[in-house]
């Protein structure tokens, strides 16, 4: 069964730009979560889909959002990027809510705003 | 103030000691679950335990074990006879079901030297 798979794996992008990032979950998983991973913050949430729709959003400015296809694959948008939104972006997928369930997650996407 | 807390930033340990990874959490809710994640250089954070906050019976499973302690609200993490493939960071994680998402600790980076 392939894992959860994030692309792509690097992304240098300069600021004022936006970026998409794109989230394949394992099959038949239908919750998709998103964090942000910084050396100083640790691993903070961003949000969660769950069949289309959002189930919970963390604190984060209203340009960073997210979607989620019938298929259950996910996408992050950031918009108008500025240097504190390099980090290590990580998708994480679980079969059910994700509040109770293990996540399982991808390599992550490594933006770098220049 | 931080949901889940592992104070120890960075260990060092010499291959085949054993080592304990501490996690304090703090929450109101009754119902919540408890993980750790292990995050190797590779950069794929993978999944260990969960614990649900019902259960306080302490767990092993081959070299690891955990011990789940309600009354001071900890869920440590021992490693027995480490090994160098255990280098990695170690992540604590409390899910509420009122929440409804991860908080994740900081991390605890595990050196293990042969």
């Known amino acids: 069964k392939a894992g959860v798979t994030q692309t792509p794996r690097y992304l240098i992008k300069t600021r004022g730009q936006q970026v998409t990032l794109s989230c394949s979950p394992i099959?038949?998983?239908?919750?998709v979560s998103w964090y942000q991973q910084t050396p100083g913050q640790g691993l903070q949430f961003l949000f969660e889909?769950?069949?289309?729709?959002?189930?919970n959003k963390g604190n984060f400015p209203g340009r960073f959002s997210g979607r989620q296809f019938s298929n259950s694959r996910s996408e992050m948008n950031v918009s108008t990027l500025e240097l504190g939104d390099s980090a290590l972006y990580l998708c994480?997928?679980?079969?059910?809510?994700?509040?109770?369930?293990?996540?399982?997650f991808g390599n992550g996407t490594r933006l770098t705003v220049t | 103030a931080q949901k889940v807390t592992q104070a120890q930033t960075e260990i060092s340990v010499v291959e085949k000691e054993d080592v304990t990874l501490d996690c304090v959490y703090e929450?109101?809710?009754?119902?919540?679950?408890l993980f750790w994640y292990k995050q190797p250089p590779s950069g794929e954070l993978v999944f260990l335990i969960r614990?649900?906050?019902?259960?306080?019976q302490n767990e092993i499973s081959g070299r690891y074990s955990w011990n789940f302690q309600k009354s001071t609200s900890s869920f440590n993490f021992t490693i027995t006879a480490s090994q160098v493939v255990d280098s990695a960071v170690y992540f604590c994680?409390?899910?509420?079901?009122?929440?409804?998402?991860?908080?994740f600790g900081t991390g605890t980076s595990l050196t293990v030297i042969p």
């Open positions: 994480a997928s679980s079969l059910e809510q994700a509040y109770n369930s293990p996540l399982h």
């Open positions: 099959s038949g998983h239908r919750s």
């Open positions: 889909y769950f069949s289309e729709t959002q189930r």
């Open positions: 929450t109101r809710d009754t119902t919540y679950y």
């Open positions: 614990r649900n906050s019902f259960d306080e």
């Open positions: 994680a409390l899910s509420e079901f009122t929440g409804n998402q991860f908080y």
